[in-house]
């Protein structure tokens, strides 16, 4: 029995490594590395897939384990007990495994994004002043990291990207394609792209800044009205419900009383409407309010 176990870890552990390639595969295939960089999951993207290679395995073995121990005390049966793990492991456990790996990063890169996207007028104004005096972008984006580093920590990534790949001698146009390839901020992506384009071709650095900080405002004020509007939305929707909750309440009532059904209860009825109903109608309209506000916040 102990061979048919030792067999069946070795098939596990061969399928795993055989998934864990095609899995690598995969990896390179999505575009996960500006991913993992961009949402600072990890500072190397090697380095992220042997972390993620030990997390797979170790959460399939030891999901394996416990699958294991439950079945068997339930079926006391080894030969079930090692087929029945073996094929969790391999159908279930390791994509699971590979789901997680993933959907971690893009979580973080999602959350990363929204930071930086509602602290980029600081960026963008910092940015105009500097541009002012220094009319050499190399200097002005070294003068924005050295001088303004603690008040632009959230784009620290980005920042010393900008100044140090310049100094293994990447040009800075490459340098900021780079790194606008890996920033989770769209708006700050375009930027980049744009200043690339000033640092390969040329041009007046306070022109770009001033014609990028007008496109951020006229992107803005559309944001702002289409986030006005749903909120406008949502908030009627809210009050017409709140008005027609009593109206469907005393309307089920009525109907109740002249037609009463076997095993409903006016009372259960009426006390799910008040105590469920309505709190989760309230605490969803300020979910969805939130989240409204929260993109439009500067």
Known sequence: MTRK??????HVLKEGNMLWKATRLRLYSTELEPIVIGSKTSSSFEKFLRNAKAFILSFTLLASVITAYHVYTITLSPSLTTAISAVLAIAVFLPMGYALTVWIPALRYRVRRDLLEAKFPLFITLLSLIVVSEKNISKALNTLSTRYGQELKDFDLELSLINSLPKVG???????????SITPSPTLKSVLSSLSTLARVGGDPVEVVNRITAQYLDSYKVSLEKGVNDLGVVLELYLAFSLI?????GSIGMLLILYPIRGIAFEALLAILTYLVAPASSIGTL?????????LRV
Do not use: C, G, N
Request: hydrophobic share 50%.
């Open 5 to 10: 176990r030792r067999e069946s870890s070795k």
């Open 170 to 180: 990447i040009p800075l146009d490459q340098a900021l394609d780079k790194v606008a």
């Open 245 to 249: 909750l009593p109206l469907i309440v």
């Open 287 to 295: 979910i969805v309010t939130d989240a409204i506000i929260s993109r």
